[in-house]
């Protein structure tokens, strides 16, 4: 058995870790958030600290600079000082050595001090100092002889031997130079609050203390970490950090002093900064460990109550295991267990009451068992003697109404096996032994025939249990007639879809993942010849060798489960040119992985697309055709008017003008006259004239034609329409075939009062026009007798909402086929390169779906041809 606890214990300890996830969460806010906020104010205060004592040596030091500077312009400026008054200067800018320590000015070439000036205590030494040589000075060499203001290193003063440092300013001819020692510095930077321990330390270039607040390392080098913090090559003008000194770590800044080089540290041990911080989570922790205690104690105690508690409901719940209901529950102040007890209480009552149902259950159960279509039967498990146990009469009457026999636990099973086929009955005991002498579950399928002689199916089931150490089965038996019939159905509906796919017009193959078909529809059949049985379990490209291209196509459709579309493939048959379209679909079925390919013929939409682009170019030769008649009105009109002007000259002879020209060539106008009327010059001046009109004419008509109007829709009158084509189509001509449209004989039967019907006047005159030469040429091509000349009746009629146009000749006719296919894209009955097959197609196109009328023909062999227009007298 586990190990358990009891509640007290695991409430108190839940609790616990409950109250420790605010120490936790004041730790983590005070390590992400107060430490940071911390350490950044204390670098801040320790910059501002170090920036403000740098200001003041900055501004102490540099004061010097300028006092300095001021002094050297005052000598420079003043002629004739002597020696005394010299001396008297100096010494008055030393004075009590506030700044200066001494002042001497001395030449750059002999280096010796030429005059002197000492603060009050050192002037005693003046006489030691005067023409003291200067060369082995450092600072001296150092400065060298400069042109601007020099600052020299720190060095142990010349006067005082104390720790000092020189600035040089040249002067016309001269150096002037004053020591400053460094003592004050310290005195000034000492001021820092002690509490806290603050450090501040200024360091010359060399890494050496010049000036230090506590004055304890005063004069000394930099080393350690202090040094490699300080480092006096670092770069940056503000360095903050951390660094040991002594043993103890300390958090500081370093400020750069620019004009002299130096450096100022400001520093505070890190125990001291952090003072604060520490105070407050020693404040907090103290709080929250005392409230945790308390809590702990609180919760230890009521758990203890809790614990008794739930003692007591175990106790009662004990009771009612036991059959005991009428135990009295504890109550409790705690909604939820007051509740608890009132539920338990409940239970209680209920189990009380289910109890009694249970028995009337029973005998319901033993009615159900009677509504169950079937019968649920026991039997040993000994396959020699298979006895079913005696049961109720429910049991009994189940046997005699669904199998019709009588119930004999001894002799039920031979009974059974009497009333099964004579085929099946011994495939029925083998069933059964197999599954008794293998201990596993039975399973029998088969037909019944019940003693009246009904016949029905069965279905019997059953599973082993081990019971009292022997094996007993428990099935049911049950009548699988009406499964039978649903079978049938669905088999019917297997059929029944099998025939849909088999109608549809396009090609449905299935392939598995190597590419192996596993499906194929009568289409897949019709186009390749192949049933199922000799196409299926073969590798598509065997079957479908023109699909070879698209394997790839169907492993990554299968791979990736997309659709994958191949659109407008060329397949090129022994007759033609074919288009297809694949499209591949993933497909998974009982866990296997394949595609469904379908192959759909695109020809004629294809074809239906060419049309389109055909009808394009033939717009486009319409506006070439346009261009051409524009260019050919200008040289036409040109000879229209100089054959009009030659006829004018040579009517009226008598003029002045042809007077005198005859007499300069020694002629008359009456020869001139009897000359035009032998030659009959004058009749073809008329015929020059009268055929360039008809060539106007052609060109307008030309142009009317090819003229693409932007407002599309426009009214007009149907018989201008149709003369206009006629005067088109009379210019067509073919000497070669002896083709000539002026030959065919017209015959208008035009309705009078015709209305105005609205279309696009170039394309009904393109249809039109694409009629009439076809027939031209077709009665042309025959042979017409001569009492039966090629003849176009054209009618115009309005036939109720429509206006109808026939246009009928007398040629050879079409047969039945023909008919059937005359505005299909591409037919022709023209020999190859004689003709697109588009014309008609296109007018088709025109009339149908452009102007919504239509266009049908009537014809037969021998006896001629007549299309049908109808165009709606009114746009939708």
């Known amino acids: 058995m586990k190990k358990t606890k009891s509640l007290r214990y695991h409430q108190s300890l839940q609790f616990a870790l409950v109250a420790g996830l605010p120490v936790l969460m004041i730790a983590i806010l005070v390590w992400l958030f107060l430490l940071p906020a911390m350490q950044s104010d204390t670098k801040i205060r320790h910059q501002g600290m170090a920036r403000s004592i740098a200001g003041q040596v900055s501004s102490n030091v540099l004061g010097g600079q300028r006092q300095l500077a001021a002094l050297a312009n005052f000598i420079q400026t003043i002629d004739g ?66 042109e601007n203001p020099v600052w020299s290193e720190t060095f142990m003063s010349t006067v005082s031997r104390r720790l000092a440092v020189a600035l040089t300013i040249p002067m016309s001819e001269n150096l002037i130079t004053a020591e400053i020692t460094l003592d004050n510095l310290s005195e000034k930077i000492s001021q820092l609050p002690g509490e806290n321990q603050f450090l501040t330390y200024v360091i010359d270039r060399n890494g050496r203390i010049v000036a230090d607040s506590q004055r304890s390392n005063w004069g000394q080098r930099l080393q350690g970490s202090l040094f490699a913090f300080a480092d006096p090559e670092h770069g940056g003008q503000v360095i903050s950090g951390s660094f040991e000194l002594d043993g103890a770590s300390y958090l500081g800044t370093v400020v750069s002093i620019d004009a002299l080089g130096w ?24 709080g929250l460990t005392m409230a945790s205690i308390l809590a702990l104690f609180l919760s230890w105690n009521r758990a203890k109550r809790l614990s008794h508690i739930f003692r007591a409901y175990t106790e009662k719940a004990r009771a009612i295991a036991d059959g005991r209901y009428d135990k009295i529950w504890p109550s409790s102040a705690i909604t939820e267990l007051y509740l608890l007890g009132q539920s338990l209480k409940h239970m209680a009552g209920m189990i009380d009451q289910r109890e009694k149902e249970l028995v009337k259950k029973r005998e319901a159960m033993k009615n159900l068992i009677a509504n169950v279509p079937g019968i649920m039967y026991k039997f040993s498990g000994n396959s020699q003697h298979p006895e079913f146990n005696d049961a109720s009469t429910v ?22 096996i009497a009333c099964l ?50 094996i007993v089965y428990y099935g049911f038996i049950m009548d699988s007639t009406r499964r039978k019939e649903a079978e049938e159905e669905l088999r019917q509906l297997k059929n029944y879809l099998s025939n849909i796919i088999d109608s549809m017009p396009s090609v449905l193959v299935g392939v598995d993942h190597n590419i192996r078909v596993t499906q194929w529809n009568q289409q897949a059949r019709n186009i390749t010849g192949l049933n199922f049985e000799e196409a299926g379990a073969r590798h598509l490209t065997e079957v479908l060798p023109h699909l070879a291209d698209k394997i790839e196509q169907i ?35 009982d866990g296997v992985e394949g595609a469904v390919i379908r192959v759909d013929d695109i020809t004629e ?67 001139i006259s009897a000359f035009m009327e032998k030659r009959s010059i ?22 009317s034609f090819a003229r693409k109007s932007e407002s599309a829709f426009s009214s007009h009158h149907p018989a201008q329409l149709i003369d206009k084509v006629l005067e088109l189509a009379a210019t067509d001509y073919n000497l070669k075939k002896k083709y000539d449209f002026k030959t065919i004989k017209i015959i208008k039967e035009y309705e009078k009062n015709l209305p105005m019907v609205p279309c696009e006047a170039a394309k009904i005159q393109q249809v039109l026009l694409n009629i009439l030469r076809n027939g031209a040429q077709a009665m042309q091509s025959q042979d017409m007798a001569d009492n039966d000349p090629p003849c176009f009746i054209l009618k115009i009629a309005e036939e109720k909402n429509m206006l109808r146009i026939e246009i009928q000749d007398n040629g050879p006719g079409m047969d039945e086929a023909t008919q059937s296919r005359i505005f299909e ?32 023909v009537e014809s037969s062999l021998k006896k001629g041809s007549n299309f049908i227009i109808r165009l709606p007298l009114e746009r939708e």
Request: hydrophobic letters at 40%.
């Open 263 to 286: 450096k100022v540290i400001v520093a505070q041990p890190a125990s001291k900064a952090y003072s604060p911080l520490r105070s407050t989570l020693i404040t907090f922790a103290l």
């Open 395 to 416: 049991l009994k009457e189940k046997v005699k109404a669904l199998l019709g026999i009588h119930w004999h636990p001894k002799q039920l099973f031979n009974d059974f």
């Open 421 to 470: 086929p004579k085929a099946d009955q011994s495939r029925f005991v083998l069933s059964v032994q197999k599954a008794v002498d293998a201990v596993t579950p039975w399973h029998y399928e088969g037909r019944f025939i019940k003693p009246d002689g009904e016949e029905i199916w069965i279905e019997c089931t059953s599973q082993p249990r081990s019971v009292d150490k022997k």
């Open 555 to 589: 492993k990554t459709a299968i791979r990736e489960h997309r659709v994958i579309n191949a659109p407008k493939i060329p397949v090129k048959t022994k007759q033609e040119i074919r288009f297809e379209d694949v499209t591949i679909f993933p497909l998974t079925a």
């Open 81 to 146: 000082f002597s020696d005394r008054q010299l001396t008297a200067l100096l010494d008055s800018q030393c004075g009590e050595g506030e700044l200066f320590e001494t002042i001497y000015i001395s030449s750059p070439l002999k280096q010796r001090v030429m005059a002197l000036g000492l603060t009050r205590s050192r002037r005693f030494l003046r006489r030691d100092l005067i023409g003291l040589d200067l060369s082995g000075r450092r600072f001296v060499k150092a400065a060298g002889i400069p």
């Open 825 to 856: 894209p591409f037919f022709t009955t023209k020999p190859v390169g004689k003709g697109t097959g588009l014309g008609l197609s296109v007018s088709y196109f025109i009339i149908t779906q452009n102007h919504r009328g239509t266009l049908d």
């Open 682 to 703: 004058l009749r073809m001046l008329d015929a020059i004239n009268e055929s360039g009109q008809r060539v106007a004419g052609i060109v307008g008509n030309m142009l």
């Open 605 to 671: 939409q294809v074809r239906l697309e060419e049309m389109m682009i055909q009808s394009e170019k033939m717009l486009s030769v319409g506006g070439l055709a346009a261009g051409m008649a524009h260019e050919i009105n200008n040289p036409l009109a040109a000879m229209i008017q100089t054959a009009n002007v030659v006829k004018l000259r040579l009517e009226n002879l008598e003029i002045r003008a042809n007077l005198k020209a005859a007499e300069e060539v020694g002629i008359t106008v009456d020869q």
